[in-house]
């Protein structure tokens, strides 16, 4: 029992730092950045594959020529991250840093989810997409933290049973032993009137004497 519990507890505290770098890495979509995992190397060396970088809402006005975007393809359904080359009648061209030439279809600002901020984390973003796509994976960490739980709680039982158990037998034998020394006063006073008993026996007998 005690080595499966160190063992859950080794794994647990190791999932616990999983969720930390997890909760890290969300925490600032409280603030409106919203992460997106880099799954090419049509960026690098601006984004490395598998980072993970943010993007904000702007203003159709606040954008430029030279600014990364995050914009969703018309053509595959994905969030891409590229570099406006220019801007023509309300069309934006993006390009690809590490790409010879610019993206087939340009797109509308309509399509567009913002603009990347200046911050990408390396390597990470393969951590987050493993997570993403292996829900089996994340209710066997929920499964570990429970066992956890349950095995922390069951111990702390288990002493506090042993303890408790403990105690009575100490309580018992307290018990045991304030009842031999009552015995031993409650003989000890029995002695005690018995001697009385035979003084006074002396002393009742002693007037009949004569002296000669």
């Given at each position: 029992?005690?080595?499966?519990?160190?063992?859950?507890?080794?794994?647990?505290?190791?999932i616990?730092?999983?969720?930390?770098?997890?909760?890290?890495?969300?925490?600032?979509?409280?603030?409106?950045?919203?992460?997106?995992?880099v799954?090419?190397?049509?960026?690098?060396?601006?984004?490395?594959?598998?980072?993970?970088?943010?993007?904000?809402?702007?203003?159709?006005?606040?954008?430029?020529?030279?600014?990364?975007?995050?914009?969703?393809?018309?053509?595959?359904d994905?969030?891409?991250?590229?570099?406006?080359?220019?801007?023509?009648?309300?069309?934006?061209e993006?390009?690809g840093?590490?790409?010879?030439?610019?993206d087939?279809?340009?797109?509308?600002?309509?399509?567009?989810?913002?603009?990347?901020?200046?911050v990408?984390?390396?390597y990470?973003?393969?951590?987050?997409r493993?997570?993403n796509?292996?829900?089996?994976v994340?209710?066997?960490?929920v499964?570990?933290?429970?066992?956890?739980f349950?095995?922390?709680?069951?111990?702390?039982?288990?002493?506090?049973?042993?303890?408790g158990?403990?105690?009575?037998?100490?309580?018992?034998?307290?018990?045991?032993i304030?009842?031999?020394?009552?015995?031993?006063?409650?003989?000890?006073?029995?002695?005690?009137?018995?001697?009385?008993?035979?003084n006074?026996?002396?002393e009742?007998?002693?007037?009949?004497?004569?002296?000669?």
């Amino acid at each position: 029992m005690d080595i499966l519990k160190k063992v859950v507890h080794v794994v647990s505290f190791i999932i616990y730092f999983f969720i930390l770098i997890y909760g890290l890495i969300c925490l600032p979509c409280l603030f409106g950045f919203k992460p997106l995992v880099v799954l090419s190397g049509s960026m690098e060396p601006t984004f490395k594959t598998g980072s993970i970088i943010y993007y904000y809402k702007v203003n159709e006005d606040e954008l430029k020529e030279g600014d990364i975007i995050t914009f969703k393809s018309e053509l595959s359904d994905k969030m891409i991250s590229h570099r406006i080359e220019s801007i023509e009648d309300g069309l934006y061209e993006t390009k690809g840093d590490a790409n010879n030439v610019p993206d087939a279809v340009k797109i509308r600002f309509s399509n567009i989810k913002g603009k990347d901020a200046k911050v990408s984390i390396p390597y990470v973003g393969y951590y987050i997409r493993f997570v993403n796509e292996h829900i089996i994976v994340v209710i066997m960490a929920v499964l570990i933290l429970v066992s956890e739980f349950l095995l922390s709680n069951l111990v702390d039982f288990d002493n506090k049973k042993k303890s408790g158990s403990k105690r009575e037998k100490k309580e018992d034998n307290s018990k045991e032993i304030t009842f031999n020394e009552k015995n031993k006063e409650v003989k000890k006073e029995d002695t005690t009137k018995e001697e009385v008993v035979e003084n006074e026996d002396i002393e009742i007998v002693l007037p009949k004497l004569k002296v000669k």
